[in-house]
């Protein structure tokens, strides 16, 4: 059989936004190409829809997409939904059938119902809960065995008590909706449980959604696939190196093959470090960067991720990098997304002073005259302050309103520039 694989369309993403069309328009380019493939059926691993609960306008893209579906050939294949109870149901489809699994997006607990379970109920497809779907065509038989998405916290204990297991006779798929530790950077448990290890053995074509860049990894002589998303939702560095599509899988040569969607827009992507530099040298690299990749005109509008990163030279705070600087003859050029998260020179110079007095176990009383004078070399005070002085006094709390009168005489500021005025 022929399977189309395809996953993460989030209808209803970026509603209200200039993105608002885009779930739509590129599941709907997708659903075209895939109606012209004539596939088998359509296996699905979870976030059909951008929120557990979509609204009305977004019910209703979604039955206009299923309409593509329901015109499209239908391949005559058997489609049966055998439930973790053993009992089972005939899935009588229009058009193509689709076999899918909720996501994370659509995750509900289990006394209520997902948006997957709803369209289960309307006849629009299977969704699969630790169950599989048996399809029969011509002799041959898929399984195609599914576990919705689930918090990642309870993932890996779930998997273990679904334990599924490949049918004999059967070629077998499982599908899942989970983080997977290999592919991201975090080893936190409320980020992943779920190792390449604890990924059941016995399958031909393990499909994960979830994961929004598409990959192909071999796994204990098979692949593990993730189709990745149809649209860009979080704008990662990874999904800016492929394009986004689908996958048609044979499961006679198990060769996969990706098909991009036709149009859909770019994502360009910069993380840019920078070391003590002025906001003026930043603005110009950016610039460099935006000149360079916009040049050209894109037929939709490019989605463009700026990440600054680094230190800033002394006596500049984030606030004076100022993006519509950096923007400025661009902003009808692409969709920007924009993020600077900078180390002030100094912020990291006070930083690093404080471990090194730490190292050097000075009292902490030393340690602050000390750092209170580094600090106030970078003011127009310079050295003027009288610092020890001005310890000594706060030592005995009776002395405060005494320190801060000497402070506003201005009798604690050095004699020869007592008269310059400091700020
Ligand atoms: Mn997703």
Not at 33 to 39: F, H, N, R
Not at 255 to 269: A, S, T
Not at 295 to 320: F, I, S
Not at 329 to 348: C, I, N, R, V, W
């Amino acid at each position: 059989m022929r399977l189309a694989i395809i996953s993460d369309t989030h209808l209803g993403f970026a509603r209200g936004t200039s993105r608002e069309g885009d779930a739509f328009f590129n599941f709907k380019q997708a659903l075209e190409g895939i109606v012209k493939q004539e596939p088998d059926a359509i296996i699905f691993p979870g976030d059909l829809f951008d929120h557990k609960i979509p609204n009305q306008e977004v019910w209703h893209e979604c039955f206009e997409l299923f309409g593509l579906l329901q015109a499209g050939k239908n391949p005559g294949v058997k489609v049966t939904h055998f439930s973790r109870n053993n009992g089972s149901k005939s899935f009588s489809y229009h058009g193509i059938p689709v076999i899918g699994i909720a996501g994370t997006h659509e995750y509900r607990s289990k006394d209520l119902k997902n948006a997957l379970q709803v369209l289960e109920t309307g006849n629009f497809l299977v969704c699969l809960h630790a169950s599989h779907a048996l399809l029969e065509k011509n002799g041959e038989k898929v399984a195609i065995h599914g576990m919705s998405g689930i918090p990642e916290k309870r993932a890996l204990e779930a998997l273990r008590m679904y334990n599924p297991q490949p049918l004999n006779e059967a070629h077998n798929l499982l599908v899942l909706h989970q983080s997977i530790k290999e592919f991201l950077p975090s080893k936190d448990d409320m980020v992943a449980t779920i190792g390449l290890s604890n990924l059941p053995n016995g399958f031909d074509l393990l499909v994960n959604g979830h994961l929004h860049w598409t990959s192909i990894t071999p796994w204990e002589g098979k692949k593990l696939l993730i189709p990745g998303s149809t649209v860009f939702t979080q704008m990662k560095r990874l999904e800016g190196e492929k394009q986004k599509g689908w996958y048609i899988y044979d499961t006679q040569t198990m060769q996969l093959e990706m098909h991009f969607i036709p149009k859909q827009r770019k994502l360009y992507y910069h993380c840019l470090k920078f070391k003590n530099a002025t906001p003026k040298q930043i603005v110009k690299k950016c610039r460099e960067h935006l000149e360079k990749d916009l040049q050209t005109t894109h037929e939709l509008l490019p989605l463009y991720r700026l990440k600054l990163k680094g230190t800033l030279a002394n006596g500049y705070t984030q606030a004076d990098v100022d993006f519509s600087k950096i923007m400025d003859g661009f902003s009808d050029k692409a969709l920007f997304s924009t993020m600077k998260k900078f180390q002030t020179g100094e912020f990291s110079f006070r930083l690093d002073e404080l471990r090194a007095l730490h190292r050097s176990n000075v009292s902490l009383s030393a340690m602050g005259i000390d750092l209170l004078e580094k600090n106030l070399a970078q003011t127009p005070l310079g050295n003027r302050l009288d610092v020890k002085r001005v310890f000594e006094l706060l030592e005995n709390k009776e002395n405060v309103e005494k320190t801060i009168q000497l402070l506003q005489n201005g009798e604690l500021i050095q004699p020869e520039t007592k008269k310059k005025p400091f700020c």
